[in-house]
């Protein structure tokens, strides 16, 4: 029996998922990787949007905004809902950084699991023991999540 993947390992392979589907620039996804915080969470694509999640299973979280494609050339950022925009970037790069700018207090590396379990794991944190995340997202010290990257 062999071991069950890392969250690293989850995480690798959604990028290089990502990579091969074929449904977001390339440019975009080599400007997204580059960048640590985003390259520690798990990416995921639908209508050419770029997405990023802070754990690995789905239904993905969507508290983080997104990068689409823009008619014309350059790209849009949006969300985290799909009713919020954030606006025009001329470059992934500029993309990137305005979703980089967004980015929640607690997007560190991927939990490994679903939505609900990474709640019911925040939850379980509580601010009197050192070292862990309240729920409102404040620290004095970074946690990482059950089996990070």
């Given at each position: 029996m062999s071991p069950l993947p890392t969250g690293h390992e989850i995480v690798q392979a959604g990028w290089q998922v990502v990579r091969q589907d074929g449904r977001v620039r390339d440019e975009l996804i080599d400007a997204a990787y580059q960048e640590p915080r985003l390259r520690q969470l798990f990416p995921w694509t639908g209508m050419g949007e770029l997405h990023f999640s802070r754990c690995t299973d789905p239904r993905w979280t969507w508290d983080i905004p997104y990068i689409q494609p823009a008619k014309g050339g350059g790209y849009w950022?949006?969300?985290?809902?799909?009713?919020?925009?954030?606006?025009?970037?001329?470059?992934?790069?500029?993309?990137?950084?305005?979703?980089?700018?967004?980015?929640?207090?607690?997007?560190?590396?991927?939990?490994?699991?679903?939505?609900?379990?990474?709640?019911?794991?925040?939850?379980?944190?509580?601010?009197?023991?050192?070292?862990?995340?309240?729920?409102?997202?404040?620290?004095?010290?970074?946690v990482p999540p059950h089996d990070a990257c």
């Open positions: 950022v949006s969300g985290p809902l799909r009713s919020e925009s954030v606006g025009p970037a001329a470059t992934a790069e500029q993309a990137v950084a305005m979703v980089i700018a967004r980015l929640p207090s607690d997007a560190s590396p991927a939990f490994v699991g679903t939505p609900e379990q990474l709640a019911t794991h925040e939850a379980s944190l509580t601010p009197d023991r050192p070292g862990t995340q309240a729920l409102n997202g404040t620290s004095s010290q970074p």
